[in-house]
């Protein structure tokens, strides 16, 4: 038998070329069977694939959607508070009397209705405010301080049907009372028959009553007719956000307020 195997080796050695072209003659019969065997195979791997790709491109759709909405909300933040800084921005360009004591408060609740117009501030009584003390916006005169707690008060705007501020108009200085009626644009009332009041004259406080200054911007002349005349108040109502609440009793009012007025020279 080793003799055998020994001759076989030696005649495979001898027919090398002959062996190589039957291994490639099997090959190329067996070629057409492999290939339909692994087609299935590559088919299933190819769609594993592309399912895979998919979940890849729903998982970033997933992480985009989330970021994108992470991104809107510090957007939001971010115009909220750039309108918070514009509305501190406006009432520390306001002026106030020299000595006048003030406190800048975050408007928390609005009453307005059909029947009130007051807004809720977060400072009170421990922070020194008290009534009648006025509101202040950058652009005017917003109201007026009535109801004062210990960490909040109450402010009365202009427009509400109880308010009652003395005015006068900018140019001939007659003296008038702005009277809200519960609407956007309070009335002037009790003007001397001689005034004319002008569309776009400012209106101003003047200073009667001793409760505010004279001067301090209420709004413009927006309608002239035979039985009223109103006012548009130069406060943006539903842009208000903080409120400058100014103690005007500490002020140096001297040669401000008109003699004989509380509060002014006598």
């Known amino acids: 038998m080793l003799c055998t195997a020994f001759g076989l080796m030696l005649a495979s050695r001898s027919q090398t070329a002959a062996v190589e072209r039957l291994r490639i003659l099997i090959a190329d019969a067996f070629a057409p069977i492999l290939e339909l065997m692994v087609q299935p195979v590559a088919t299933v791997t190819g769609m594993l694939d592309a399912v895979g790709g998919m979940a890849d491109v729903y998982a970033e759709n997933q992480r985009l959607h989330e970021e994108n909405a992470r991104l809107l909300q510090w957007h939001e933040a971010a115009l909220a508070v750039q309108q918070e800084n514009e509305s501190l921005r406006q009432l520390l360009n306001l002026p106030t009397q020299s000595g006048a004591r003030f406190v800048t408060a975050r408007i928390i ?18 922070d020194g405010l008290r009534k009648n003390q006025a509101a202040v916006t950058g652009e005017g005169l917003a109201g007026r301080v009535i109801e004062v707690g210990e960490r909040a008060a109450r402010v009365l705007l202009l427009t509400d049907i109880n308010s ?83 103690d005007y009793e500490a002020a140096d009012l001297s040669g401000l307020l008109p003699e004989g007025v509380a509060g002014g020279p006598r």
């Open 164 to 246: 009652r501020i003395p005015v006068a108009l900018e140019k001939s200085r007659a003296r008038a009372v702005l009277a809200g009626d519960n609407g956007p644009m309070p009335q002037l009332v009790h003007l001397p028959p001689d005034a004319a009041p002008a569309i776009g004259e400012r209106v101003v406080t003047s200073g009667f009553g001793g409760l505010f200054p004279p001067g301090i911007p209420v709004g413009t002349i927006a309608r002239v007719g035979p039985d009223e005349i109103r006012v548009m108040p130069l406060v943006a109502w539903d842009r208000m956000e903080y409120l400058r609440l100014v």
């Open 109 to 126: 609740g609005d009453n307005g209705g059909a029947f009130v117009r007051t807004v809720l501030v977060s400072s009170g009584a421990r």
